[in-house]
């Protein structure tokens, strides 16, 4: 690219000769004869260098370096003067100009004066550049610096919701094992005798206390294992009111015993898309809590319906005691049974909120409406699958090979039992 040099000079002779050497050496120069020429010129296109004399009529070299200088910062400015006014070359200076040539001239004496110029134009060019660069490194610095400290209050966050649930569960440990141990003690002691009634009793606290903790080790691994983003789901098509049956059966017997009656109704070949087993240990979950904080001779009606468009909503209704609009704030935190830990009822305070995990990864959403002494409703949201359509006539031919039967695990852990 060539340099573009704007020489000032009110003697036309000695204009036309910076013109003419400086072209000859390969700049491209053009020429003013007053201040103001050149601050058109300026305006109209751009320079690297400017060459102005000292001595103009009217505006002088000083006040031309200064307003082309605010025209363009970037300018470099040289001034030219004669022997006698060097201390006006210097004030010069101060505003802005980088060196000064003394006449008369001669060409080895300003072409490095120039190029000094030109160079220190270039220098300052890539500082300003160099400095707008480093500023934005130190923005990004301190956006860094604020996203570390926010991961970092997660990390602490999560690091102590981690040890309060450690301490939580190491305590629900503690006490059904120190039960199981020390009705075991008894059994065994020969010094503490006891009559065979008594014995069964011992050992059906034993097995309420292993019960417990089978129940709690199974919920906190399910959380871990959702925790991790290691739990597996087989989202199928599941009849709603195949398995809201299946958990009536299995939960009724605990209603029974307080005379709690329950009524499920389901909107006929309803299907939700979801994974059966989980589904059902979500509906266990909300019945047994239906069954454990009911009244005496309560009731409990649940209700299956298709909801919007492609939405089922399950709802279990009780008659219990309820819940405070602060206990609904505190639900679903790990360990917190809301009062109910000095209560008759058994539970670890886990239940709900791996039902609330179960139902999000099924891409449903769970909630709660609910009235302190009359009861609660706890919901459930599901996307509506079609059913499977089945062929009857393929369920009575023949088949030519016999297969062996599968065996059927039966769902593991906690979800086959109510507490
Ligand atoms: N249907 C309900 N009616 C009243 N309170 C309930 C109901 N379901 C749950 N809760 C309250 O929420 C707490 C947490 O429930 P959950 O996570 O199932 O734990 P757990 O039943 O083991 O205590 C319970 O301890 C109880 O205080
Ligand atoms: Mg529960």
Redo the contacts with the bound molecule.
Sequence with gaps: MTVRILIVDDEPAQMRALCDTLGAHGYETIGRSSSEAALQALRADSYHLLLADLMLPGMDGIALVQAARALDPDLACVIMTGEGSISSAVQAMQVGALDYILKPFRVSVILPVLSRALETRRLRIQNVLLEARLREHAVQLVRMNDDLRTAQQQADRANQAKSAFLSHLSHELRTPLNAILGFAQILLSEKLASTEAQKKQFVGNILTGARHLLKLSNEVLDLAKIESGRLELHLEAVPVGDVLEECRTLVDPQARLRGIGMRCTSAEHLCVRADRMRLKQVLI?LLS??V??NRDHGAISVQCTESGHDTVRIAVQ?T????SAE?QAA?YQPF?????ESGS?D???????LTKHLVEKMGGELGLV?TVGL??T?WLTLPLAVAPVVIPSLAVLPTTHEEPAQSVTPAAGSTAVA?
């Design positions: 979950n809590n239906a454990k904080y009780d219990g005691c309820g819940l206990q639900l917190n049974r809301l009062g109910q009822q539970g670890c305070g886990l239940g709900l909120v609910s009861g609660s706890f507490d």
